[in-house]
Nanobody, 125 residues
């Protein structure tokens, strides 16, 4: 069983940066693909960025060039570096993991088997 715990959310002004972390416990083979999703008030949850065990990455068009996903050396931590934040980035950000290995591009959250509880990111204008 995989457990995912997000941290690093908070309040930041537009143009600022935040780094989200996701600490994962469990078997590496249960999280070959990992991702960050977000859900803004009144909107559906959407993929922000994903990474597989081969370090291939996948980004939503809205964050390309601003956000970077990476895995820690021990492969049990995933980071989301968010730069040039905009008010429209305000959302609850969720870490997710999939047992399957997926080659980008992908966005469907149904491929994910495990979810964290989320961390709130608020970007003020």
């Amino acid at each position: 069983q995989v457990q995912l715990v997000e941290s690093g959310g908070g309040l930041v002004q537009a143009g600022g940066s935040l780094r989200l972390s996701c600490a994962a416990s469990g078997s590496f083979f249960d999280m070959r693909t990992m991702g960050w999703y977000r859900q803004a008030p009144g909107k559906q949850r959407e993929l922000v960025a994903g990474i597989n065990s081969g370090s291939s990455t996948n980004y939503a068009d809205s964050v390309k060039g601003r956000f970077t996903i990476s895995r820690g050396n021990a492969k049990n931590t995933v980071y989301l570096q968010m730069n040039s934040l905009k008010p429209e980035d305000t959302a609850v950000y969720y870490c997710a993991a999939a047992r399957g290995w997926y080659r980008p591009p992908w966005s469907d959250e149904r491929i994910m088997d495990y979810w964290g509880k989320g961390t709130l990111v608020t970007v003020s204008s």
